[in-house]
């Protein structure tokens, strides 16, 4: 009888946790709809992170980095030193040079400002079309990836999840 009772037990536990997931996705997808109706209802771009790359190309476009003609020896994001042709991109406003896929991040998670001074390299309402979707200060915004996904059961379920697994 004890291990009828085990087995509904955690039967009832693995239910409420898959009714829980079924909720969450369904809140997602009716705020992701209702975020893309509204975006569409008042003609509210949002720049995808391909768009948002290409601006930036555009702006300050690739080169190719040679030690014969530049004197700059370091990327100052990740601190590693240039190497003949490595892509590296300098930024027309302030001239500084990065390797291009390092200041590429730097301007996708922070506010497209240079790393070092801080000079803006995109207008800001091409930044603010880019960060509108994932604007914390709007709430909570989910990725949908799966370690999200886990810490949210953890924090609803706390240790629960371990006795069942």
């Not at 948002?52 to 040679?66: A, D, G, M, R």
């Not at 190497?83 to 996708?108: N, P, S, T």
Request: some cysteine.
């Amino acid at each position: 009888m004890a291990v009828i009772t085990e087995f509904l037990s955690r039967l009832y536990t693995v239910t409420i946790i898959f009714l829980c997931l079924l909720l969450l996705e369904a809140l997602i997808l009716f705020r992701s709809v209702t975020a893309t109706l509204i975006n569409h209802h008042t003609n509210k771009r949002v720049i995808t992170t391909t768009k948002y790359i290409q601006l930036i190309e555009e702006k300050n476009p690739t080169v190719i980095h040679s030690c014969k003609q530049s004197p700059v020896a370091e990327c100052a994001v990740c601190l590693s030193e240039f190497g003949d042709g490595d892509y590296v991109r300098k930024l027309v406003k302030c001239k500084h040079v990065f390797h291009r896929d390092c200041v590429d991040k730097w301007l996708q998670q922070y506010l497209a400002t240079c790393p070092l001074c801080r000079t803006k390299v995109l207008p800001d309402e091409i930044v603010a079309a880019f960060h509108g979707v994932r604007d914390h200060r709007n709430g909570y915004y989910y990725d949908g990836s799966d370690e999200e996904m886990i810490f949210l059961l953890s924090a609803l379920h706390g240790n629960g999840l371990q006795r069942i697994f």
